[in-house]
């Protein structure tokens, strides 16, 4: 998977937008942006994915760069269950070696202060 | 709304014991996943499979580990010999196909070597 950058840290006020950028200029063609979060001690969850348009869901919204050399999550109203480590994954439709696993960075820890 | 399930949740050991981890993936779902997390650091990929068996791994899973799908429904991860360093979180996932569509994870089996 191609190389995804993130700041290692956010804060948010509750009940504000957040905005999650990721930076992945190397990405090609093939590669979906997928975002995952993980809450303290649980699992990985995953958020949203796309490819080129813009992504809405019940959790959150991803805005894609036309150049899609970067993107960003949001999260429309910040509460404190958003309080998660989220992680911007890009991941190849090709169904080759790597295609089947997810590659997890550091990821951004999000803080919501109330 | 269907969920991936971990047995059990805390495993303690003695070093050079053998363990077996057991998860419960998502019923259509057709591949499953074993990753760690040592404390503190990045979720780390193990292993993915897939039609009964393995189709992809990682450095990590080495000769000491094994997995299994021993009956329609538990997915198991076996460690031979486990050492100090293999104390760490370990998720299960499962996704309905590789490629772009999103994994599903369990909430984790904690595994402390002693």
């Known amino acids: 998977d191609a190389k995804t950058t993130q700041p290692n840290s956010m804060e948010s006020n509750e009940e504000e937008p957040v905005h999650l950028p990721c930076n992945h200029s190397?990405?090609?063609?093939?590669?979906?942006i997928h975002w995952y979060r993980q809450l303290p001690s649980q699992g990985p969850e995953y958020v949203i994915h796309?490819?080129?348009s813009n992504v809405n869901n019940r959790m959150a919204s991803l805005a894609i760069a036309e150049d899609r050399k970067s993107s960003t999550l949001i999260l429309h109203r910040a509460t404190l269950r958003d309080a998660a480590v989220y992680y911007c994954?890009?991941?190849?439709?090709?169904?080759?070696?790597?295609?089947?696993?997810?590659?997890f960075g550091k990821g951004t820890k999000l803080s919501v202060i109330p | 709304e269907p969920e991936v399930t971990q047995t059990p949740s805390h495993q303690v050991t003695q070093m050079g014991q053998e363990v077996i981890l057991r998860c419960v993936p998502i019923?259509?779902?057709?591949?499953f996943y074993w990753y760690r997390q040592i404390l503190g650091q990045k979720v780390e990929f193990l292993v993915s499979?897939?039609?009964?068996?393995?189709?992809?791994k990682s450095e990590i899973f080495d000769d000491q580990f094994s997995v299994e799908r021993p009956d329609g429904s538990n997915f198991t991860l076996k460690i031979r010999s486990t050492k100090l360093e293999d104390s760490a979180m370990y998720f299960c996932?499962?996704?309905?196909?590789?490629?772009?569509?999103?994994?599903?994870f369990g909430p984790g089996t904690r595994l402390t070597v002693l």
């Open positions: 019923s259509n779902h057709l591949y």
């Open positions: 996932a499962s996704s309905e196909s590789s490629g772009y569509n999103e994994q599903f």
């Open positions: 796309g490819l080129t």
């Open positions: 994954i890009l991941r190849s439709t090709y169904s080759g070696a790597g295609s089947y696993q997810l590659t």
């Open positions: 190397t990405i090609s063609g093939t590669d979906y």
């Open positions: 499979f897939y039609n009964n068996e393995i189709s992809e």
